[in-house]
């Protein structure tokens, strides 16, 4: 599903944005703090804080279906990834060392842009009550700014 | 709603960007980074509609949208659940939003792809914190409220034009600590906005001009909406276009060079209007990005407002209490001649070569010249204002203002001949030494 160059932009340096939506058909929106890519590249564990994404969380609940953006502040570079839920478990060991390592990678990215720590600090709130989300990959897309945005780069058809 | 939309307007600012999530009739959700989230009012919000994307085509086709935002100082999100209204692709809302793309396009690198095809205008139906409340600061930001309030208590205290200007920006300087700024007024027939006053450069370049819709000042004019940028953009610089643009038969430039930063990284312009016609702008800029906040807009907005006011009383009362004075006879002079050149065409006028002013100002000073060469030297502003040569424009010819620009010009260029008040709505042509009038048509 995800090419290999994708997947390593995917886990680093990236700010990570996770969008649900509710039994009306409206949408909601909140942080991911990390994600790792499965070794087939098809699915996706996704960290998401329980008191701060709860909306994201409800919806993934209900009815599966999650965008997730991931851009890289300094490039712009910017991807959407599109599926469905698998499972939602509580955090292992493993992720919480990839939460960690994420983390700092973001963390200096936004403090080479010139955001303070206080700023980094907030923006990464939630660790504490984190779960991990399995989604299986339906399609990827393009979506640095500019007039390719929104291409379709892999997927399923 | 449980948090106000104003009191998250520092998420506005553009200092982080912001996401949107969308849903497709199918039941396909979206998320996408936003360049601008605009904050139009207590309810509404506007963002960027740059490029024909998926989140567009889904809230064409299902109206709901979520935006998130987040705090550029704590990092704190918020999130706008958000109903779609309308697209704007002119207009002040529109032309706002393109400036101020252009300074956050400026500031990322993306000045290529970043341009505004129309502003998307949402209601915003809810407002959470993603944060626990325990988490929210209460970090307003200082009031500037004691600071109009004392630029305020100095404006009202005015009973001259000239005074109203001076003291507004010493207000600015003093109780804003602005340290650029310029006061330009409009000028209908010719459709420019002139300089009378301005705080903080080498050059005050009263007198210099800017064509409606040229730049923030020439838009924000246009469009009478303020415009405020908090990063460098090129797209609103007045360095290239506007410096030293010059034809003239003279051999000279016709053109006051524009005083105003080089390359400035906060910029605001505020329209002065007066019983909705456009009087003049305000203008402050910085070398700092981000310098001026929404708490300053609504200051400028509110001062704007006073003076806009002041302008006009002032304008009216100038014509007071003119009764004709006694015209002593000019003084005779002695010495070489200077000579002061005339051209019919744009009233330019030209004293021993040197350009010195035009339009209306221009024909002003030929007009006084030309009397005190019959041996006047005492004028009324009623008798300029009834004067057909000068052909004024009937209501708000802003002749006040015009003769402050004559009066700083001839202080700032001419050692020759000076403007002296002699009383409300009366002012002496002082002369030192003979002139030698040259009429080009």
Redesign the interface.
């Known amino acids: 599903m995800l090419n290999a160059a994708h997947a390593a932009f995917i886990g680093r340096y990236t700010?990570m944005?996770?969008?649900?939506?509710d039994a009306?058909?409206?949408?909601?929106?909140?942080?991911a703090l990390g994600c790792r890519v499965s070794e087939s590249r098809s699915r996706l564990t996704v960290f998401l804080s329980a008191?701060?994404?709860a909306?994201v969380l409800a919806c993934l609940k209900e009815?599966g279906?999650?965008?997730?953006?991931v851009?890289r502040?300094t490039t712009?570079e910017?991807l959407?990834l599109?599926g469905a839920v698998v499972e939602i478990l509580p955090l292992a060991a493993a992720d919480a060392a990839e939460m960690a390592a994420y983390r700092e990678s973001f963390v200096a990215e936004l403090t080479s842009l010139g955001y303070g720590r206080?700023?980094?600090?907030?923006?990464?709130?939630g660790n504490e009550d984190s779960v991990a989300v399995v989604v299986e990959l339906v399609s990827v897309?393009d979506?640095t700014?500019?007039?390719r945005?929104?291409t379709r780069m892999e997927g399923r058809t | 709603m449980t948090i106000s939309l104003e009191a998250i307007r520092r998420c506005f600012e553009g200092a982080v960007p912001a996401q949107i999530a969308t849903c497709a009739p199918d039941g396909t959700p979206n998320v996408a980074y936003l360049s601008q989230v605009h904050y139009v009012d207590d309810r509404h919000v506007a963002l960027s509609f740059q490029f024909f994307s998926k989140t567009r085509e889904n809230v064409l086709a299902n109206p709901y949208a979520m935006a998130q935002v987040i705090d550029p100082l704590s990092g704190v999100h918020y999130r706008l659940s958000l109903q779609y209204l309308q697209t704007e692709t002119e207009g002040p809302l529109f032309q706002y939003m393109k400036a101020r793309l252009a300074g956050v396009a400026s500031h990322t690198g993306m000045s290529e792809v970043f341009v505004l095809r129309g502003a998307d205008v949402y209601r915003v139906l809810d407002i959470q914190c993603a944060a626990p409340a325990t988490v929210i600061e209460d970090r307003m930001p200082a009031s500037l409220l004691p600071a109009l309030r004392a630029c305020s208590s100095r404006l009202v205290r005015c009973t001259e034009l000239a005074a109203l200007l001076d003291e507004t920006l010493a207000g600015l300087a003093g109780h804003f600590g602005v340290a650029h700024a310029m006061l330009l007024m409009f000028d209908a027939a010719s459709r420019h906005l002139y300089t009378v006053a301005s705080l903080g450069y080498p050059e005050s370049g009263v007198g210099s001009e800017i064509a409606l819709g040229a730049g923030v000042i020439g838009v924000a004019a246009r469009e009478q909406t303020p415009i405020r940028i908090g990063f460098m953009t090129s797209d609103y610089s007045y360095s290239r276009a506007l410096r030293q643009r010059s034809g003239g038969t003279d051999g000279g430039e016709r053109e006051i060079p524009f005083p105003g930063l080089s390359a400035p990284h906060s910029q605001m312009a505020v329209p002065i209007t007066g019983g909705g016609r456009l009087l003049g702008v305000l203008y402050v800029e910085s070398e700092q990005s981000m310098c001026f906040t929404y708490e300053h807009e609504d200051a400028f907005v509110a001062l704007a407002a006073q003076l806009g006011f002041a302008m006009q009383l002032l304008e009216q009362s100038a014509d007071r209490n003119d009764a004709v004075a006694e015209a002593p006879r000019a003084k005779v002079t002695s010495g070489e001649a200077v000579t002061v050149r005339r051209y019919a065409a744009d009233n330019s006028v030209f004293v021993e070569g040197d350009y010195l002013i035009k339009g209306v100002a221009g024909a002003i000073l030929w007009k006084l010249l030309s009397d005190h060469a019959q041996g006047r030297s005492e004028f009324t502003n009623r008798e300029l204002r009834l004067d057909a040569s000068l052909r004024l424009p009937d209501i708000s010819d802003n002749l006040e203002a015009r003769l402050i620009l004559l009066h700083r010009r001839l202080q700032e260029r001419c050692p020759y001949f000076r403007i002296e008040k002699t009383g409300r709505g009366r002012f002496r042509l002082a002369v030192d030494c003979p002139v030698r009038l040259e009429a080009v048509s």
């Open positions: 700010s944005s996770v969008a649900a939506r009306r058909n409206h949408p909601v929106v909140g942080r008191s701060r994404a909306p009815n279906a999650i965008a997730l953006a851009t502040p712009n910017t959407q599109k206080e700023f980094s600090k907030g923006v990464l709130a897309f979506q700014p500019g007039p945005a929104g």
